[in-house]
């Protein structure tokens, strides 16, 4: 749980200026991928605790003595009474999840205890703070025998100073990583996708001037192509100072002096190459400060609706996308790697696609980083998945920081043009007020970017003729329609969806975000045998047929690019707990319904019209 950004700033500023050594959960810390920042990559000592011993004595109250094991004690004489020792437990690689590094631990939902030793000398007048990619779920981090802090999500990043606490040698970091579902957490207990555990993406050191560049934003302002607006902001003592924002190949160098609280906005006018899936223009763009400075590439593009139209750069656009899990291709696991962000666009490419949908959690940076370099828009989204608990002001609180972590990770991404608050949530008075507040925080947090959710809209009859109205109350306050449907999978037959016609009861594009069925790769049959390539190609001929009559459909992110891991999936010698809804598998053999999507992006493509029809 994390306090908001500014508190957490003056909290971080007035524990600095105080001289204070409690360790807080900082403000997280922009772009760290570019600052001289070494990973703590490779083998970790980890203790897996399947009964909580490491902070639980056997009556269930919190240990604090030697026992705790982030105390990482070592027996100080032979008769001493120590049952633990990192030192000599088996390792695990960081990042990565737990599940697929041990056959043992795959389906394990627990406490695993993390342990990193590393020698530091900080020089004086030099800040330190120690980063996290991601760990799943619940994450207590401590150092040196003291608890830093707590971070729950499992898909975004979170800090903490470790300035006053660092030691020049043999420090100990323990991290203690749960991933145990809850009803109240995001997401809740049940999803149908692999609850992997672990930290799952870097771990960085990241030294700092006293006084640094904690976060900035540098992008086109909403709707206008010919003018930049943004923000800086600074952290530490020396708040007031001159920053310059430079973009060296396009002339540009513009001057501002942050205020009281490190922070200053700007404004001025450009006239730069706009980013494209065509055209995946990226400037390097440097702000330096008086004490700092930091340099990141950056795209420029506007995105906006009119209509039932999306406008990339003023200009219509049709949304040719597919969903992606974060699993990793060929060896499957929790995705966080650059080789792994290549490859699952490159396949989406391969499709013909510029759009992906990262469902259902927020991936790795590296995947929006690569999005931007490869020119491929995306739909970024938060596991408000399923039924989650509206009621519970502490699941909407967490829900709100999980949204403003990604929004402050990815704010720069031009790839970047949808952020997502929910997946299948039910319609209810609590559900709209919960998800009416997200869509609010997104569009403050952000107002330059789209805000959507993925629906489920309900069929009506008139004699035999089926018409599906979007209808959802909370489409009202969003900026696009996402809907999922699995007509001729899990509702009627594949040839139904002939007869099946689409309205809105808003005038918003629409982006069909689900729909598909399951094959298994190399298992074939007539179209009407469930699970063969045949039954889904066939599906996928009358999906294309159907949303080619959807007069105001401006996007498809069908439901699945790679098959994927899942709890829910048992049917043996065809699932083996792996959702096949793929169009590749984990290896990137193609299904026959992948060159049936392929031809119709083609068409698309070739056409460049927005209109499927
Ligand atoms: C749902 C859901 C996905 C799920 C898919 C399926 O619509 O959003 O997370 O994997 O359907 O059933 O395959």
Not at 111 to 135: D, E
Request: overall charge negative; glycine content about 6%; hydrophobic content about 40%.
């Amino acid at each position: 749980m994390r306090l908001s950004r500014t508190s957490v700033l003056a909290v971080a500023v007035a524990f600095f200026c105080a001289g204070f050594s409690e360790a807080q959960v900082a403000p997280l810390i922009a772009n760290v991928t570019s600052r001289q920042a070494p990973t703590f990559d490779g083998p970790w000592h980890v203790i897996v605790d399947p009964y909580d011993v490491g902070s639980l004595d056997y009556r269930a109250k919190a240990l604090s003595g030697n026992s705790a094991f982030f105390k990482d004690h070592k027996p100080q004489s032979p008769s001493e009474l120590v049952e633990y020792d990192f030192d000599t437990s088996g390792q695990l690689n960081v990042p990565g999840d737990w599940n697929t590094q041990r056959d043992s631990l795959l389906f394990y939902e627990g406490t695993v205890w993390y342990k990193r030793a590393f020698n530091y000398a900080l020089a004086p007048h030099r800040r330190l703070f120690v980063h996290f990619g991601a760990a799943n779920y619940l994450a207590t981090v401590y150092l040196n025998g003291e608890e830093l802090g707590q971070h729950q999500g499992g898909f975004t990043p979170f800090d903490f100073e470790i300035t006053d606490r660092v030691k020049p040698r043999d420090n100990f970091l323990i991290v203690k990583v749960n991933n145990r579902r809850s009803k109240e957490f995001v997401p809740t207990v049940n999803t149908d996708w692999w609850n992997y555990g672990g930290i799952t993406r870097p771990v960085r050191l990241i030294e700092m001037s006293e006084t640094f560049i904690q976060d900035y934003f540098v992008q086109l302002a909403k709707s206008s192509p010919k003018q930049v607006a943004g923000w800086v902001q600074l952290n530490g003592p020396q708040a007031r100072q001159k920053v310059t924002i430079r973009i060296p190949e396009a002339g540009i160098s513009q001057s501002v002096e942050t205020d009281a609280k490190g922070r200053a906005g700007f404004s001025f006018p450009t006239d730069l190459q706009l980013w494209s899936p065509e055209n995946p223009k990226l400037y390097q763009v440097e702000i330096a400060s008086e004490t700092d400075k930091v340099s990141d590439r950056i795209g420029f593009r506007t995105i906006e609706t009119h209509d039932n139209d999306i406008l990339l750069n003023g200009k219509p656009v049709f949304l040719r996308g597919v969903s992606i899990h974060a699993e990793a291709p060929f060896r499957t696991g929790r995705a966080w790697s650059e080789a792994d962000a290549q490859t699952l666009l490159g396949w989406a490419k391969g499709l013909g696609c510029n759009f992906v949908r990262l469902a259902h959690y927020p991936h790795s940076e590296a995947m929006l980083r690569m999005a931007d370099e490869m020119g491929v828009m995306v739909w970024g989204e938060v596991p408000v998945y399923w039924t989650i608990e509206w009621e519970n002001p502490a699941t909407l609180q967490n829900a709100k920081n999980q949204l403003n972590e990604m929004i402050e990770r990815d704010h720069n991404r031009a790839a970047l043009i949808i952020y997502s608050v929910a997946n299948e949530t039910p319609i209810s008075d609590a559900r709209n007020r919960f998800l009416g507040q997200l869509i609010e925080e997104a569009h403050s947090a952000d107002p330059t970017r789209l805000v959507s959710a993925a629906l489920q809209a309900n069929e009506s009859f008139t004699g035999n003729h089926i018409t599906i109205t979007i209808n959802d109350p909370i489409a009202a306050n969003l900026d696009v329609l996402g809907n999922n449907e699995y007509i001729g999978w899990y509702t009627r037959t594949p040839a139904e969806a002939d007869a099946i016609d689409w309205e809105s009861k808003y005038d918003k594009p629409l982006i069909m975000s689900e729909f598909g069925g399951d094959a298994l790769f190399g298992k074939h049959g007539d179209a009407g045998e469930r699970w063969t390539e045949e039954y889904q190609e066939n599906l996928y001929i009358h999906q294309i047929a159907m949303l080619k009559r959807i007069s105001f459909l401006r996007g498809t992110t069908p439901w699945i690019l790679m098959d994927f891991r899942s709890p829910r999936r048992t049917l043996p010698g065809i699932e083996d707990y792996f959702n096949r809804k793929g169009l590749v598998t984990t290896q990137g053999e193609k299904k026959k319904a992948y060159f049936v999507l392929q031809d119709f992006y083609r068409q698309l493509s070739n056409t460049s019209t927005t209109q499927t029809k």
